[in-house]
């Protein structure tokens, strides 16, 4: 049997703009996203603190530092700059790989600049 298991948050992120004209997906600063382990092109899922909705798109990594989080194409429809948001990423894990798991999970100031990570 497999569980379906957080593998990365970044926990309270800061939309910093919104691009409605483009293909979509949700731009992060690549140094978030390597200390969530998260990749380019994954899917997410997103929790919008402010607004209570939810939905799924994928990443684009950002520029190192700059402290990105862009929300764009439709996904710009789900919030606005200032608005919280929960970024996760899940994977699939064995029974017996359960246990020991643990996300890698990263704090972040109102900036994005990352606080710490667990």
């Given at each position: 049997?497999?569980?379906?298991?957080?593998?990365?948050?970044?926990?309270?992120?800061?939309?910093t703009e919104t691009h409605l004209d483009y293909e979509g997906s949700l731009t992060?600063?690549?140094?978030?996203?390597e200390a969530a382990g998260m990749v380019a092109?994954?899917?997410?899922?997103v929790y919008n603190v402010s607004t209570g909705d939810r939905f799924e798109t994928y990443l684009i990594e950002g520029p190192r530092h700059s402290g990105a989080i862009a929300l764009n194409?439709?996904?710009a429809r789900r919030g606005q700059p200032g608005d919280t948001l929960i970024i996760a990423t899940y994977h699939l894990l064995p029974e017996e790989q359960v246990p020991p798991h643990r996300p890698r999970v990263v704090f972040v100031d109102e900036k994005n600049a990352r606080l710490s990570s667990a």
């Open positions: 049997m497999f569980r379906v298991m957080l593998a990365g948050k970044i926990h309270r992120a800061t939309v992060v600063d690549a140094d978030l996203l092109y994954e899917q997410i899922q194409g439709a996904a």
